[in-house]
């Protein structure tokens, strides 16, 4: 089974900053699109930020601008780089990990890392 841990979250103050980090193992990150999901409470899960192989990133418009992913394929570990945190960005965080297959695409995924923005 493959293992995807998220770390790095904590609380923080309207404005502030936060990384998140997610390893990986690295029969996983050779060959995945990474990327970063949260879900609020009472909402559903949805995508925050991806990144490719060769580093093409996308955003939810509602992160972009304060929210960067990046990837060291050579520490097998993805990051999120939040900064101005609002108090919607309050969800628990999850790392996925997405290969090709054919017909179709495999998934993995982290447990989660609580990210709550409040003064």
Do not use: H
């Not at 404005?15 to 609020?40: D, E, H, N, P």
Request: proline content about 3%; charged content about 20%.
């Amino acid at each position: 089974q493959e293992q995807l841990v998220e770390s790095g979250g904590g609380l923080v103050q309207p404005g502030g900053s936060l990384r998140l980090a997610c390893a990986v193992s690295r029969a996983v990150i050779r060959f995945a699109t990474m990327a970063w999901y949260r879900q609020a409470p009472g909402k559903q899960r949805e995508g925050v930020a991806t990144i490719t192989n060769g580093g093409t990133t996308t955003y939810t418009n509602s992160v972009k601008g304060r929210f960067t992913i990046s990837r060291d394929n050579a520490k097998n570990t993805v990051y999120l780089q939040m900064n101005s945190l609002k108090p919607e960005d309050t969800a628990v965080y999850y790392c996925n990990a997405k290969i090709d297959i054919p017909f179709g695409a495999r998934d993995y995924w982290g447990q989660g890392t609580q990210v709550a923005v409040s003064s």
